[in-house]
Antibody, heavy 116, light 113 residues
Framework: EVQLEESGGGLVQPGGSLRLSCTAAGLTFGNSWMTWVRQAPGKGLEWLAMIKEDGSEIYYLSSVRGRFTISRDNAKNSLFLEMSSLRPEDTAIYYC?????????WGQGTLVTVSS | DIVMTQSPDSLAVSLGERATITCKSSQTVINPSNNKNYLAWYQQKPGQPPKLLIYWASTRKSGVPDRFSGSGSGTDFTLTISSLQAEDVAVYYCHQYNNVPRTFGQGTKLEIK
């Protein structure tokens, strides 16, 4: 059974930084593109970034490029999202998901709240 | 960016009746390399992550009940639930994966009438 577990969310002040992690089990992580998607409270889904199996290709939503950095450690079956210069509008549940195309598997998400 | 527009925003359907949600993309999601529609549908229940129902516009994911079906091509797509069950109450999203950035529709909230 594929399991994805996000961690690292919490309360952060505007302008602050946070590092999210996603640990995978039950799949060959090194063979999977991985994606971050977020959902603001009561709102829809917003794709943020994705990274190729070996990390050689990375794509970002324009509004987070330069502030967010996606990375991975295949030896540890882990995906990361480094977030800086956080804004109140970055408040959301952050999900990791598998896949370059449709997303078969999703974690339960981790809540990031940006507030003073 | 490709804009995905779903309609309606909310829908109330009686148990056992058909529910239909449409999704329109601002440009085609057909990839000329393989002539496939790069379009998926997800179901999200409160407090849960999205669940993949349909990919390549009409391929049902293994384990998804056959009352769920997807159709359409190019820029116009439909998700149909043939006979609504109580457990189908959720928000449904379409998603294009033909271009970067990937984009989702705004969601359609499905309720029981």
């Amino acid at each position: 059974e594929v399991q994805l577990e996000e961690s690292g969310g919490g309360l952060v002040q505007p302008g602050g930084s946070l590092r999210l992690s996603c640990t995978a089990a039950g799949l060959t992580f090194g063979n999977s593109w991985m994606t971050w998607v977020r959902q603001a409270p009561g709102k829809g889904l917003e794709w943020l970034a994705m990274i190729k199996e070996d990390g050689s290709e990375i794509y970002y939503l324009s509004s987070v490029r330069g502030r967010f950095t996606i990375s991975r450690d295949n030896a540890k079956n882990s995906l990361f999202l480094e977030m800086s210069s956080l804004r109140p509008e970055d408040t959301a549940i952050y999900y990791c998901a598998t896949g370059w195309a449709s997303h078969d598997y999703w974690g339960q998400g981790t809540l990031v709240t940006v507030s003073s | 960016d490709i804009v995905m527009t779903q309609s309606p925003d909310s829908l109330a359907v009686s148990l056992g009746e058909r529910a239909t949600i449409t999704c329109k993309s601002s440009q085609t999601v057909i990839n000329p390399s393989n002539n496939k529609n790069y379009l998926a549908w997800y179901q999200q229940k409160p407090g849960q992550p999205p669940k993949l129902l349909i990919y390549w516009a009409s391929t049902r994911k293994s384990g998804v009940p056959d009352r769920f079906s997807g159709s359409g091509s190019g820029t116009d797509f439909t998700l149909t639930i043939s006979s609504l069950q109580a457990e189908d109450v959720a928000v449904y999203y379409c998603h294009q994966y033909n271009n970067v950035p990937r984009t989702f529709g705004q969601g359609t909230k499905l309720e029981i009438k």
